[in-house]
């Protein structure tokens, strides 16, 4: 049975705050400098990806799902796709119950947002729009503090048939005219593998 997806634009109105805190956080980034120019920029595509994937499979969804609480990833990310999978920027905030060290978010949860927008980013470059992580590489640079907003930005960087490499940081959204504080890198290698046609229709489901 065939699963229909709400398009782009759909996903733009598809999140409605479930307390006070949250719309808050929802109306900061909605209207944030950054977001408001990426937003005015033809270059880029504006969605939220958590949104495509259909209730009932975002219920065990990590990043979508189950971390997606009021003290987690507080609402589904905003992301501006490049065209072609050039590059792609996702603004978000996370809350104090993800933490590893008490206040400081856990690392493994920086490396997974990090492989899933990089793959989300170069997966476009790839033939059949799909692949799998090969290798990733991550150099934390700055604690990353609970109870903060973030910019995660990804470009990829090389092409070669059936791979992509991509690099992607994540540092802080900048405030009052305060200059962003990379917090962590990455680098990546994403491959294709020879099932990809198979994937790609399943991809469309879950993504």
């Known amino acids: 049975m065939a699963v229909s997806m709400p398009t782009d634009e759909e996903t733009l109105t598809a999140f409605v705050p479930s307390d006070e ?18 937003r005015q920029n033809p270059a880029y595509t504006e969605s939220r990806p958590h949104l495509k994937i259909p209730q009932e499979l975002r219920a065990r969804h990590l990043t979508a799902g189950i971390l997606a609480t009021p ?43 990090l492989d899933e927008s990089m793959a989300r980013c170069c997966f476009p470059a790839l033939p059949n729009k799909v692949g799998v992580t090969a290798n990733l590489n991550i150099d934390y640079r700055r604690p ?12 990829t960087v090389k092409v070669e048939g059936r791979k992509a490499w991509v690099e992607a940081h994540i540092e802080t959204l900048p405030e009052d005219g305060k200059e962003p504080v990379i917090l962590v ?16 229709s399943l991809y469309k489901v879950t993504n």
Do not use: W
């Open 21 to 38: 805190f949250t719309k808050e956080v929802e109306e900061y980034i909605r209207n944030h400098p950054v977001t408001l120019a990426l």
């Open 71 to 113: 003290g987690g990833i507080v609402v589904p990310p905003y992301v501006f796709c490049e065209e072609g999978g050039k590059s792609l920027t996702a603004i978000f905030y996370l809350g104090s119950d993800v933490s590893g060290h008490p206040g400081i978010v856990h690392g493994g949860l920086l490396a997974t947002l």
């Open 144 to 155: 990353a503090m609970a109870n903060n907003y973030a910019i995660l930005k990804a470009k």
């Open 185 to 200: 890198e990455a680098k990546a290698l994403f491959i294709e593998p020879k099932q990809a046609a198979a994937m790609a």
